[in-house]
């Protein structure tokens, strides 16, 4: 079994769904509709400044 292959086993294990089934790609879709923008967005400088202090330690 390969790495990929436990990957997708574990993700129908999870949804109890095959990603390519039509209940997963309607998912998929229904995720990327909702969520896409939030994940697109740029990350505040704030929380960049935060981070990179952090790194620093």
Do not use: C, Y
Not at 13 to 21: M, R
Not at 40 to 52: A, F, G, H, K, S
């Amino acid at each position: 079994m390969t790495a990929g292959d436990k990957r997708k086993s574990s993700a129908r294990e999870t949804t109890g769904e095959d990603q390519d089934s039509p209940f997963g790609i309607w998912l998929s879709r229904g995720l990327h509709q909702l969520f896409d923008d939030v994940a697109n967005e740029p990350i505040p400088d704030e929380l960049l400044r935060l981070i990179e202090e952090d790194r620093n330690k």
